[in-house]
């Protein structure tokens, strides 16, 4: 049976920046419900011209699942879309049980999560050879509670490269747990507000200064953390390099080259 609901990442924020399936989705969708508080209505009306559309910023799940289901008994296909990925922090489990509670059909398309853009807009890569081979996407607690074995403190303790969602509002605890684990208060830290709208906000420093940066921006929402010496190696030089392109390294696509 064809998906009656589509699940889609609508990406970071730049329109041009959603999949080539959640475009087609989105135009030929009846019934488009989408994330108003991060979601741009000019994404959405972007792409779809007909559609009826609904901003779930103000609307419960029983509200959005009492949509979808009458837009199915009308025959109308349905796009629930959300900001970035619909599996990072997209309140998308509840929907989905529901819809199978109901034997309703449904996918989920990926989209192009803020992490992503926030590096892009950095020009970083997050993973870099004898620097950092683990990237951690994560939040500090809040409203949401967090495992106790995740709390920020405690995988802090990595000194990976990590990417700090939902947070930004409480910088000043994040930058207290991180310093509890392997970072120290000259770790690099960036803040990227709104990665790849149009009014994108970047802030670089250190973990003994990115609170006070924040503030001074006033941003409190709607941005991204990202810690980690990978922050740093363009300043000071990588130590080591990647081995795919290195001529000396053979591999199943390529020989030594002399």
Not at 51 to 60: K, L, N, R, V
Not at 159 to 184: D, P, R
Request: glycine share 10%.
């Amino acid at each position: 049976m064809a998906p009656q609901v589509s699940f889609v990442g609508a990406g970071p924020g730049a329109a041009d920046l959603i999949t080539v399936r959640g475009a087609r989705l989105l135009r030929h969708a009846d019934v488009i419900i989408y994330a108003g508080s991060l979601v741009d209505l000019q994404l959405v009306k972007r792409y779809a011209v007909t559609a009826d559309i609904y901003d779930s910023a103000g609307m419960t799940l029983s509200e959005v699942i009492t949509v979808m289901m009458d837009s199915i008994a009308s025959g109308k296909s349905v796009v629930r879309l959300h900001t970035g990925d619909p599996a990072i922090y997209g309140a998308i489990q509840e929907q989905m049980e529901a819809l199978d509670r109901m034997g309703v059909e449904y996918q989920v398309v990926p989209g192009v999560t803020s992490a992503f853009a926030a590096a892009a807009a950095l020009k970083q890569e997050l993973t870099l050879p004898e620097v950092s081979q683990t990237v951690i996407f994560t939040r500090v607690e809040g409203r949401t509670p967090v495992p106790e074995r995740e709390q920020l403190g405690q995988i802090a303790r990595l000194g990976a490269t990590m990417v700090i969602y939902l947070s930004v509002g409480m910088i000043e605890k994040v930058v207290a747990q991180l310093l509890e684990g392997a970072y120290t208060p000259e770790t690099p830290a960036a803040i990227v507000c709104r990665a790849s709208w149009e009014d994108e906000q970047i802030i670089q420093g250190t973990l003994a200064d990115i609170a006070d940066l924040v503030r001074q921006a006033g941003i409190d929402r709607q941005a991204l953390i990202v810690v980690g010496d990978v922050l740093a190696a363009r300043r000071e030089g990588l130590k080591a390099k990647s081995l795919l392109y290195d001529g000396g390294f053979a591999h199943g696509y390529r020989g030594v080259v002399a």
